[in-house]
């Protein structure tokens, strides 16, 4: 019962990792706009709705991950795609500032997930 009770929760976990979206942050040492990000943003971000409907997950510019497929190259720092299954739905290209960022995040998980924002 025990061994039963794991496998499915194992199951569980599984299955909402692998279709669960991320946001891919896409940085590269020296890039103020990045640290910008960080300062104003990256503490709070895994402990708002955004956060937790797309968990944050970074990558250098020159090192892209072989399990991610991005719609094109990307070129700015940083960038941020909103990722499915290791493909790219959707981008912010630059960081705008906090206000923006949200605003755009926010719109970006509706149009593409099921999310429906704070309640």
């Given at each position: 019962?025990?061994?039963?009770?794991?496998i499915a929760i194992m199951?569980?976990?599984?299955?909402?990792?692998?279709?669960?979206?991320?946001?891919?942050?896409?940085?590269?040492?020296?890039?103020?706009?990045?640290?910008?990000?960080?300062?104003?943003?990256?503490?709070?971000?895994?402990?708002?709705?955004?956060?937790?409907?797309?968990?944050?997950?970074?990558?250098?510019?020159?090192?892209?991950?072989?399990?991610?497929?991005?719609?094109?190259?990307?070129?700015?720092?940083?960038?941020?795609?909103?990722?499915?299954?290791?493909?790219?739905?959707?981008?912010?290209?630059?960081?705008?500032?906090?206000?923006?960022?949200?605003g755009l995040l926010g719109?970006?998980?509706?149009?593409?997930?099921?999310?429906?924002?704070?309640?």
């Amino acid at each position: 019962m025990a061994k039963r009770l794991i496998i499915a929760i194992m199951f569980c976990f599984l299955a909402h990792s692998v279709w669960a979206a991320e946001l891919v942050m896409v940085e590269q040492p020296g890039c103020a706009w990045c640290a910008k990000w960080d300062h104003e943003v990256s503490a709070i971000y895994p402990l708002t709705p955004e956060g937790q409907a797309a968990p944050l997950r970074r990558v250098d510019l020159r090192a892209k991950p072989d399990d991610l497929t991005y719609s094109r190259s990307v070129v700015f720092t940083p960038t941020f795609l909103l990722m499915e299954n290791g493909v790219e739905l959707a981008r912010i290209e630059g960081y705008p500032g906090e206000d923006f960022f949200w605003g755009l995040l926010g719109m970006l998980l509706k149009q593409n997930t099921d999310f429906k924002g704070a309640s």
